[in-house]
T-cell receptor
Framework: KAGVTQTPRYLIKTRGQQVTLSCSPI?????VSWYQQTPGQGLQFLFE???????NKGNFPGRFSGRQFSNSRSEMNVSTLELGDSALYLC????????????FGSGTRLTVV | QKEVEQNSGPLSVPEGAIASLNCTYS??????FFWYRQYSGKSPELIMS????GDKEDGRFTAQLNKASQYVSLLIRDSQPSDSATYLC?????????FGAGTTVTVRA
């Protein structure tokens, strides 16, 4: 069974640019969530989608947005990039039963220069 | 108060010893609790989940949950050098995971 797939693995962007990250969940998983990991702040929740609906959003500025498609694949977008957006962005998917754990993808390492 | 707090590390244990990791959480209504292992440069890997009070064992790992004390722990028995990693405690609420800062464990050969 394929795991959570994130693309691209690495990105280097310039301040002010925008970026789109992609996540394909485990087959059959309809819940997809995104996290940002930095050395200073640790793992922080960005947002969660289920069947194309955002069910929760973390405390991030509006420059961070996401969406989910009918096939459960998800994208997140960061506009007007800042140096502080440099981080590992992780996607996680979960099965429908609440007792399933969240499985993480390998992440996208974003560097803003 | 942080939502999830873990005992500060790093934690260094000799090979074959027991590593003990602790975690407290603030939301008394929390129902799902997880331990993730993260190797340097890698993404978190789920190693244990626990939902009811008591102990849950899986191989060399034992998770303990005490909802009254809002406390979760992880024991790693017969620690191996391959267990050297950062261990993250996570609590699920409202379709999100809240993570502790992590405890870095080093197993000395």
């Amino acid at each position: 069974k394929a795991g959570v797939t994130q693309t691209p693995r690495y990105l280097i962007k310039t301040r002010g640019q925008q970026v789109t990250l992609s996540c394909s969940p485990i087959s059959g998983h309809r819940s997809v969530s995104w996290y940002q990991q930095t050395p200073g702040q640790g793992l922080q929740f960005l947002f969660e989608y289920f069947s194309e609906t955002q069910r929760n959003k973390g405390n991030f500025p509006g420059r961070f947005s996401g969406r989910q498609f009918s096939n459960s694949r998800s994208e997140m977008n960061v506009s007007t990039l800042e140096l502080g957006d440099s981080a590992l962005y992780l996607c996680a998917s979960r099965g429908d039963t609440s007792n399933y754990g969240y499985t993480f993808g390998s992440g996208t390492r974003l560097t803003v220069v | 108060q942080k939502e999830v707090e873990q005992n500060s590390g790093p934690l260094s244990v000799p090979e074959g010893a027991i590593a003990s990791l602790n975690c407290t959480y603030s939301d008394r209504g929390s129902q799902s609790f997880f331990w993730y292992r993260q190797y340097s440069g890698k993404s978190p890997e789920l190693i244990m989940s626990i939902y009811s009070n008591g102990d849950k064992e899986d191989g060399r790992f034992t998770a303990q949950l005490n909802k009254a004390s809002q406390y979760v722990s992880l024991l790693i028995r017969d620690s191996q050098p391959s267990d050297s990693a950062t261990y993250l405690c996570a609590v699920a609420n409202d379709y999100k995971l809240s993570f502790g800062a992590g405890t870095t464990v080093t197993v000395r050969a």
